[in-house]
């Protein structure tokens, strides 16, 4: 189901009646204010370049307010993802995971990007905060995208779930028994290649197992690049 919401020349206040051009001519423009999308599933597969995305939106509401730079989007969701995959060959991020949160997006029509910074929202019921920038130009500009998302007092078996099959079974070398504080960065082209993933956390205290030793009581800091 989806509605959408615009204020038509009708429905605007009368303070903006004027004899000026300017503001007639706004006057006489209908302006998208807001969208609503319920029960909905999205998806995409990409064969050529091994990209597929299969999202169901429970709900998905957006207020609009368009600027002469940038247009806002005040967004609250709540979302299931089935499949995240930039690369079919290394299976999908998020896989089964419920998204839910309230924040805020800019497009920022001069750099044409998606912008966001330090918006909260929660993954499984987990708390996760995340900033990022989306090039939004044709396939041609070669747009890029970056994302840096952290969390604290994670789980590591929760953590690692949230990654791909092949990420999974690479961090699985490591087992952890308290939780920890954890960042991931990812980067790259959005048409084409995998991200480039750095995955940082750190942990107190805590009991470390690999195949070959076992570490009681460390500070374990770890950066991993993928």
Not at 1 to 14: A, E, F, T
Not at 42 to 70: F, M, P, Q
Not at 86 to 113: I, R
């Amino acid at each position: 189901r989806i509605s959408v919401h615009g204020l038509s020349k009708d429905d605007r206040h009368d303070s903006l009646k004027s004899s000026s051009p300017s503001l007639q001519s706004s006057r006489e423009t209908n302006e998208l204010k807001l969208i609503v999308l319920k029960d909905i599933r999205v998806t995409l597969l990409d064969k050529r370049k091994e990209k597929s995305y299969d999202i169901v939106i429970n709900s998905l509401r957006t207020k609009l307010n368009d600027k002469i730079n940038t247009t806002n989007f005040s967004i609250n969701a709540n979302m299931l993802v089935h499949n995240l995959a930039f690369n079919e060959n290394n299976s999908s991020f998020l896989k089964e995971k419920k998204f839910t949160g309230d924040f805020d997006l800019t497009y920022n029509k001069k750099d044409n990007q998606l912008q966001f910074d330090s918006i909260n929202f929660k993954l499984a019921d987990h708390r996760f905060n995340l900033s990022g920038r989306f090039d939004l130009g044709s396939a041609s500009s070669n747009p890029k995208f970056s994302v840096r998302l952290h969390t604290k007092n994670i789980l590591y078996p929760f953590a690692k779930s949230l990654l791909t099959a092949k990420l999974n079974k690479a961090l699985s070398i490591v087992d952890l028994d308290k939780k920890i504080d954890a960042s991931v960065n990812l980067s790259g082209q959005l048409n084409i290649g995998d991200p480039l993933i750095l995955v940082n956390w750190k942990a107190n205290t805590i009991n470390v197992t690999t195949p070959f030793f076992y570490f009681v009581n460390e500070f374990f800091p770890c950066l991993l690049t993928m």
